[in-house]
């Protein structure tokens, strides 16, 4: 698709620009998330405001911008690893929240951390692989609410 797109042969994509598929899904990968990443971090380093209300307010309305390559990374099989690429990247991100504030759930901050970075994966994956994903002004409440709302809950009280 980028070579037809770019009105070239897909040989000179991986002759001249990259060595293999996986080196065009490094890229993507980076040109995706860098800015989001960047601003976790900045969040989790500088501020009070915990990562999950911050990501809510700042990052949502990156990642809508970004919808249309978000949606074919979650929805598609072109890119298997994602998903691990994703956890890989902010589950220690949330854990280094986690030491900084403390953890008080009894559980590990490694599990606790990873536990939430999934939770926060799959609720961005069925939004942006929705047919007509909602503006993130209108998602944030929805998100807000998954993540405040236990899973029990979500289905005992729909």
Known sequence: MVADKAGIRRQSIYGRHFNSIEDIITTIHSI?????????KDAIANTATD??????????????????????????????SWINFLQDKY???FRAYLEKVGNKSGFSNDFLSGLIVSQVIAILGNWLTSNTP?????????????????????????
Do not use: C, H
Request: avoid cysteine; hydrophobic fraction near 40%; aromatic fraction near 12%.
């Open 32 to 40: 995706i998330d860098n800015e989001i990443a960047e601003k976790v």
């Open 51 to 80: 990562p999950i209300t911050y990501f809510s307010k700042e990052m949502l309305p990156l990642l809508y911008n970004r919808r249309d390559w978000l949606k074919v990374l979650y929805g598609t099989v072109i890119d298997d």
């Open 91 to 93: 589950t220690p991100i």
């Open 134 to 158: 909602e503006p993130a002004s209108l998602f944030r409440k929805k998100f807000m609410r998954i993540l405040n709302t236990s899973t029990f809950d979500l289905l005992t009280n729909s």
